[in-house]
């Protein structure tokens, strides 16, 4: 497992813990009232670049309670690089720098949806969707995350059986249909999976990150993982395709 520090979320947040204002479910991506005002955020450190990764989405209904958090922190500028960059609440199957796909010539050619996904569509349409419980809150220093960023909060899912086995064979299938090399942080016996609500909470404010996820008293939480999407990750994030869990359709972005 990847290291990282994480804290015990049982229970709402004890005293002295900073009040919350009201939250708004506002959509990712959706300016918040106060950003006219405010200078534009830092780029992040992937600004010059992008990579690949493959997300598993939610139900509307786990993905609201995901982004309560969201909003309340980046409320508290605590941390809002996730709604600026137009990303859904996920847990991250893999992450895929675009420099380690075949190059083109070894097999369905150099477009990263022609090698993925017929592996992302043949995975989704043989599961359902998948029962998840987003059980704990946790955070990765930044020395320990696989990214410069600051520090990472997330929520972390109880390790079922079930998420755990999409997991390997989603790496399985790309390691043999698509000649894809996994990386070591999401190699099955490294893979540590989590749903961020913040990737840039500034050092010294991580207690009260916590206060504030405590406060809003979402834990525990359940849903269902209802979506394989392929995304490429810049700036802000674009969604290439996504294939629902049982069944055979798809969504591409434009």
Request: proline share 13%; hydrophobic share 45%; aromatic share 6%.
């Amino acid at each position: 497992m990847a290291q990282g520090t994480v804290p015990s979320a049982a229970g709402a947040g004890g005293g002295g813990c900073p009040s919350v204002p009201a939250i708004s479910t506002t959509p990712p991506g959706t300016p918040r009232a106060s950003a006219a005002a405010a200078p534009p955020p830092p780029q992040p450190a992937f600004a010059t670049g992008f990579y690949y990764a493959v997300e598993l989405y939610f139900d509307p209904a786990l993905e609201n309670q995901v982004l309560k958090a969201w909003n309340a922190l980046a409320r508290r500028q605590l941390g809002s690089r996730l709604i600026d960059a137009a990303a859904r609440p996920h847990l991250p199957l893999l992450h895929l720098p675009a420099a380690a796909l075949p190059p083109p010539g070894t097999g369905a050619g150099g477009d990263p949806l022609l090698r993925l996904a017929p592996s992302l569509r043949a995975l989704a349409s043989r599961l359902d969707p998948l029962p998840l419980a987003l059980s704990s809150l946790a955070a990765l220093p930044a020395s320990a995350s696989s990214s410069p960023h600051d520090n990472v909060l997330f929520l972390a899912p109880t390790p079922s059986a079930a998420l755990l086995g999409l997991h390997a064979q989603l790496c399985e299938l790309l390691r043999k249909d698509a000649s894809v090399e996994v990386p070591d942080a999401f190699r099955p016996d490294h893979w540590l999976p989590r749903c961020a609500v913040a990737v840039d909470v500034p050092r010294g404010r991580m207690a009260e990150a916590f206060c504030v996820l405590r406060e809003l008293k979402l834990l525990p939480v359940s849903g269902y993982g209802m979506d394989i999407a392929l995304v490429e990750v810049g700036p802000t994030v674009r969604e290439v395709v996504s294939y629902p869990l049982g069944g055979s359709g798809s969504a591409g972005a434009d």
